[in-house]
């Protein structure tokens, strides 16, 4: 059992490229996110998907985008990449919503480090 | 605005010795809470979760937490630290009315252990 599997781990990419991250659950989990950490900010909501086919804005959804076709695929696109996008992303997924609508557990990958030059 | 704040940015402690991390959020109703810890070029691991009853939960690896609604706190504590503890550690927190699963994380507290 895999959990939330991200790649590629690290990416130098240079001001104006574009690159997906990729994020694979295989844990048949509705509920997927994504997630920019950066030091001494904790890690901010970028978007998530309640399910295939529905995705929504977080916090910082600015210069990215991103797509749900299917339960287990949920990918991060770059489209013009900007030195404000070096971070750490990560991708997670939760299983269940509590009663009332809460979570019950995230699962987290191990991360992508870009970098943007 | 919903937030979580953790006061402390780095703490060293010795290997032996108790620990207490603080977290406190803003938010009008009990929310759903997390620690989670992310060792080095890793992911987050949840050390533990408070979702509503007992308000001193267990967790993973010797850790537990407390939850004060009258301080809107959530501690996490070790009454002794091996240096394997030395990570980050980030308190989060969901609003059990999102419908959503979104965290809301603080800042994090980086832990050294001292040998």
């Known amino acids: 059992n895999a959990g939330v599997t991200q790649t590629p781990k690290f990416r130098i990419l240079k001001i104006g490229q574009s690159m997906t991250l990729q994020c694979a659950q295989d844990?048949?989990?509705?509920?997927m996110y994504w997630y920019r950490q950066d030091p001494g900010m904790g890690l901010k909501l970028i978007y998530y998907s309640v399910g295939a086919g529905i995705t929504d804005k977080g916090e910082v959804p600015n210069g990215y985008n991103v797509s749900r076709s299917t339960t287990e695929d949920f990918p991060l696109r770059l489209e013009l990449a900007a030195p404000s996008q070096t971070s750490v992303y990560f991708c997670a997924s939760s299983y269940s919503i509590a009663r009332g609508g809460g979570l019950v557990e995230a699962f987290f990958g191990q991360g992508t480090r870009l970098t943007v030059v | 605005a919903q937030s979580v704040t953790q006061p402390d940015i780095h703490i060293t402690v010795s290997e032996g010795a108790s620990l207490e991390l603080r977290c406190n959020y803003s938010y009008g109703a009990t929310p759903y809470l997390f620690w989670y810890v992310q060792s080095p070029g890793q992911g987050l691991q949840l050390l533990l979760k408070?979702?509503?009853?007992?308000?001193l939960v267990q967790g993973i690896k010797g850790f537990e937490a407390e939850f004060k609604r009258s301080q809107s706190s959530f501690n996490l504590r070790k009454p002794s630290v091996h240096w394997s503890d030395a990570a980050e550690y980030f308190c989060?927190?969901?609003?059990?009315?999102?419908?959503?699963?979104?965290?809301?994380f603080g800042q994090g507290t980086t832990l050294q252990v001292k040998p």
């Open positions: 408070y979702f509503s009853g007992d308000t």
């Open positions: 989060a927190v969901n609003p059990g009315s999102s419908n959503t699963g979104k965290l809301i």
């Open positions: 844990m048949n989990h509705n509920y």
